[in-house]
């Protein structure tokens, strides 16, 4: 009936306290100590994301680790391009606000990675994608997911930032139009540690009470 | 220096092993048990979605509860429909293998969402998506993905179901155009525990070993 190993951690009442709690901890970090990060938890956050579901057993996650100077240097002119762009869009006190947010931690943090999906990949035979292509990406959502939690185990912060020119940065790493890319992520070891989100605390949106909006059918 | 509560949490070996557990021993279950779910529980599950990153803080994620019979029903034809188009896609053993497949736990889970994305909501004032309009997406896919989580740690089973005709699905839903599909959830008690995922078991896809490509550059 069960070939899993040890079941007795699933419904645990110390287990899923422990869960929540890590969930409400979670934060997009952006302020990153100086500390390095142990290659060892790089690799376990990183193994973290093959355990994500994938539609059809597709698998199309594909990590590039943003390492050499030169290359970050890049990445990081290439956000700040777009952020450049991006504030040009508000007005006002809304821009005034906007250029006081720090929204990324790539002139900091030690250990990047750009994270795509293979969207051609054939692994999976296709199934779960016919009227939902999409599905792919998402599958690689959750792998971030994933690692952002597996990071935030451990201790450490991780941000997922997605202002950037998306052509440019692909070209950048040789990744051709087939991968579809999801975002850079930062993580490093937080040099703070709150219960609400930065952009809260920057009184630029503020939360929802109450949970997801929910429709009765 | 910090507001949050109780930060022993994080970094405790115990408990990232115990994280560590949960996300091998999570799956997509499509088979579930007769027993129902307390309504607390499937709150809590719900609950942990408010928790999840949103780009800009925009919280996009949207979930239509499908509780009458009547819209059920229609909800299992309109999967049931495009199964069968997409089996119709495969050939020789591939289309018998497929026919095999049990993709969804419609007919039996005791509870089931729609998930949506709100796409056109002007929470968090467009931070993040100019140039990536697809990252809300990737939120409600996050929020999915913390909803799995928190149900596994309370040993509940989740099974996400892509194969939907779209449209049709929002229109029987009475949900507009603004809204993205992302997926339904079907939830409730599994009745099998598994390390390894169905489709792996049933032969038609195996895991590639030793997580996901990365590429240093």
Known sequence: MTNAGDGNLLGDADFVRAFDELVRLRRDVRRFGPAGVAEELVQEIVAAMQFAPSVGLSEPTRLVRLASEQIRTQVLANFETENEKALAGYIG????????????????APVQFAVYCDEATSQGHGLGVRTMPEAKAYSSACAVMLMWLAAAA???????????DVEGLSKLLGVGPEWKFMGCVCIGWPEEQHLDPELERAGWETRRPGGPIVITK
Do not use: H, N, P, T
């Open 93 to 108: 006190q809304r821009a005034q606000k906007y250029s006081s947010l720090k929204l990324a931690g790539l002139r900091e």
């Open 154 to 164: 451990r201790g450490l912060g991780l941000g997922w930032v997605s202002i950037f």
